[in-house]
């Protein structure tokens, strides 16, 4: 594991100051979760919009708004800043940190094509119509560039992947390794019924579909999963080798009228369902999926088969709480879990989502690393392996054929 010197600036008191950036879902899940960690506080938010950072500030007790990311960069008080920010901002906020000798949490994807190497005029249609290959070769390496950009600081890029930090995960992490087993099999996915956003239906915007989106989670989650197992069982990591796929709009299958759609239509230039096969090269398999076509609310999980165990995994929904009512007003505006159309029938009120989703386990994970000057289990590296894998993934639907991984990386020496 390797070892950082911890912040200077972090004193005796041993408290992680964390500027976020960005005012929208996301970090306000972090806000919550940043609360119930002991050892770090929320310093200071900035936002593209001043007054959503005012706002923002406001309902989370947030000491400091920033005029803008220089601004808090600049602040000696900020000892991390965790990216809630769309795709196309992961790159160069990543660089700007660093090189302010700042820690940095990138949320999922580490980043994402979004036509960075083409001209500023070049309409939505050229981006999401460039060649998969040129995609990959562009978003891995501002992946890379990412990771350097923190080794070269002596900072610390942590991957926001929360699954990794769920309940459910750790204690499979754990019963996997008591029983020394290998994975033959994993199957992992995310659905619900569609973002409504406008911006996740744009490639420029978000650099993919269902895949980037929904499918990044299991897939992080299982290439650490082999990655650990590597390393306990012959001190290397299982690393994935080959990658097939399939993706498509599911929305648009013939025959459906518009009024008969219960999920999010429309998609255009992006999938609403993509599945990727990834073969590792100890000779286990692993399936990752992602859909918007499925109603009942989000949908996270994962099926793990090993050489001597099964495991299931189920972060939502779970069963801890069950309800029924006969129509959807009975608990009128009460919220039930992320993405349901309706609180009709039965449903599974989650009781804490921030803790079962893995995001607050994630908080505490990353201030312990932080503060103990201790590599995270989700860091950069892991980050670059997911984007390889989703873009080799886009190649291998696009082109109708298996794409080996461990090709590209010899041409790459």
């Known amino acids: 594991m390797r070892r950082y010197a911890p912040r200077e600036s972090m004193g005796e008191s041993r408290q992680l100051r964390v500027g976020i950036v960005g005012a929208g879902f996301l970090a306000e899940t972090r806000a919550r979760c940043w609360k119930q960690v002991v050892s770090a506080s929320v310093a200071g938010v900035v936002s593209r919009r001043r007054e959503h950072a005012e706002y ?31 795709n196309s901002l992961h790159r160069e906020m990543t660089a700007a940190a660093a090189a302010a000798g700042k820690h940095v949490i990138c949320t999922k994807p580490l980043t994402a094509y979004t036509g ?16 998969r290959r040129e995609m990959m070769r562009v978003a891995e390496a501002d992946a890379r560039a990412m990771v350097e950009a923190a080794k070269r600081a002596g900072v610390q890029l942590l991957y926001g992947e929360n699954w990794i930090y769920a309940p459910a995960f750790r204690r499979a992490l754990g019963l996997l390794e008591k029983a020394d087993a290998v994975l033959l099999e994993m199957r992992g996915g995310e659905c619900h ?22 499918a990044a989670h299991p897939l992080g989650a299982m290439l650490h999963l082999k990655r650990v197992e590597g390393l306990r069982r012959s001190g290397k990591p299982v690393r994935p080798a080959w990658v097939s796929a399939e993706t498509a709009d599911l929305s648009a299958v013939a025959g459906i009228a518009a009024d008969e759609l219960r999920i999010a ?10 599945c990727a ?19 009942g609310g989000m949908e996270s999980g994962l099926d793990l088969f090993a050489s ?12 801890m709480l069950r309800a029924y009512t006969p129509n959807g007003s009975v608990f009128d505006d009460a919220y039930i879990m992320e993405k349901i159309d309706s609180g009709a029938g039965w449903t599974t009120p989650m009781p804490d989502e921030d803790w079962t ?57």
């Open 277 to 295: 096969v990834i073969g590792f090269d100890d000779g286990s398999r692993a399936v990752a999926w992602g859909g918007d076509h499925v109603l």
């Open 193 to 214: 019924s569609g973002s409504h956003s406008p911006y996740s239906r744009v490639w420029r915007h978000t650099g993919g579909g269902a895949l980037i989106r929904l």
């Open 357 to 413: 989703s893995g995001q607050l386990g994630m908080c505490q994970a990353f201030a312990a690393n932080l503060l103990d000057g201790e590599t995270a289990e989700s860091d950069g590296e892991l980050g670059l392996e997911v984007v390889r894998v989703l873009y080799a993934a886009y190649v291998a639907s696009a082109e109708g054929r298996r794409f080996d991984l461990e090709e590209l990386e010899e041409k790459m020496k």
């Open 116 to 131: 960075q190497d083409l001209p500023e005029d070049a309409s939505d249609a050229d981006v999401a119509g460039r060649d």
């Open 265 to 274: 239509g429309g998609w255009g230039e992006v999938e609403n369902w993509g």
């Open 308 to 319: 001597n165990c099964r495991l299931r995994l189920s972060l939502s929904p779970n069963d």
């Open 56 to 86: 923002y500030a406001r309902r989370f007790d947030v000491p400091a708004v920033f005029d803008d990311l220089d601004a808090m960069l600049a602040d000696p008080l900020i000892d991390v800043v965790d990216l809630c920010v769309p």
